[in-house]
């Protein structure tokens, strides 16, 4: 080979080793760049896990939350605004319990009353009785104490009139239905002891609703009132005006002439009825 030809086939080997041609560098500096990128993914995943814990946290906490709402409403119950009850009247006023000068024709005059609220009462202990309260404890008649329930109604302080049969000598009670509101939560009733110059027995100011429950049911002795309007010491005395007339208290009178002291039987404390009141469901 001439010294020429031996120049060219150096400068053709020098040129191809100065381009790089066939080698493979840049793939391995790839992979590289890809296992990097490998690793940065799995940082991301570890954070996508812990933002998922947080917001399992914040769902637990609402639950408990509303669970407490709802076991506060439930205790926030009302009563119903009114009630219907049953009265049952029965006698125990007999010749053998209340022996002296019994009457022959014993027996309770037709029953009235109302319900109603404090101002609304008919009859109280220790003041003057009303002339209705005086007609029904002296005759049992009921018109002119209707009348002034009538006028109690009229001025806002009741809203039901009780007017119902008495207990007849033949009978042992009497049954009927009323109504009470929470507006009128007061029970009154007044029924004559007959015959007798002014005695009666009565309920007043039963109360049907107190502490936001109404009363289930209640049973009530029932003692002797005088009206004071009348002298008359024995259950058949004619008629004794008494002027001026003395306020309503429990009956008492002498031994030879009925057996009643404060209301009851002098010596063994029987009462002459009883009432029960019981709520209808």
């Avoid at 609402?62 to 439930?74: E, G, L, Q, R, V």
């Avoid at 609220?117 to 018109?143: C, H, Q, R, V, Y």
């Avoid at 109404?214 to 259950?235: C, E, H, M, N, P």
């Amino acid at each position: 080979m001439s010294t020429a030809n031996t120049s060219l086939c150096a400068l053709i080997l020098f040129t191809l080793t100065a381009c790089g041609g066939g080698g493979g560098g840049e793939t391995t500096q790839a992979n590289t760049s890809n296992n990097t990128s490998g690793e940065t993914s799995a940082e991301t995943s570890s954070a996508d896990t812990s933002s998922n814990t947080s917001t399992d946290t914040s769902t637990n906490t609402n639950t408990d939350t509303n669970t407490d709402t709802s076991t506060d409403t439930a205790t926030n119950e009302q009563a119903e605004d009114t009630a219907t009850y049953q009265l049952t009247f029965t006698r125990t006023w007999e010749a053998d319990n209340f022996a002296t000068n019994f009457p022959a024709n014993s027996h309770f005059s037709p029953l009235v009353g109302l319900t109603h609220n404090a101002d609304g009462f008919i009859f109280k202990p220790d003041l003057t009785a009303s002339a209705g309260m005086i007609s029904m404890a002296e005759t049992g008649s009921k018109s002119q104490l209707k009348d002034e329930i009538s006028a109690i109604q009229n001025a806002g302080h009741s809203n039901y009139l009780i007017d119902e049969s008495g207990v007849p000598n033949s009978a042992k009670s009497i049954s009927f239905t009323f109504e009470a509101s929470q507006q009128f939560p007061l029970l009154s009733v007044v029924s004559m002891v007959a015959p007798s110059p002014d005695w009666f027995i009565g309920l007043q100011g039963v109360p049907l609703f107190t502490d936001n429950q109404w009363l289930d049911s209640q049973t009530i002795q029932l003692k002797v009132y005088d009206a004071g309007s009348d002298s008359g010491s024995r259950f058949g005395s004619a008629n004794q005006a008494t002027s001026p007339a003395e306020p309503v208290m429990l009956l008492t009178s002498d031994p030879a002439d009925s057996d009643f002291a404060a209301g009851v039987h002098r010596e063994s404390g029987a009462y002459i009825g009883m009432i029960e009141i019981k709520r209808m469901q």
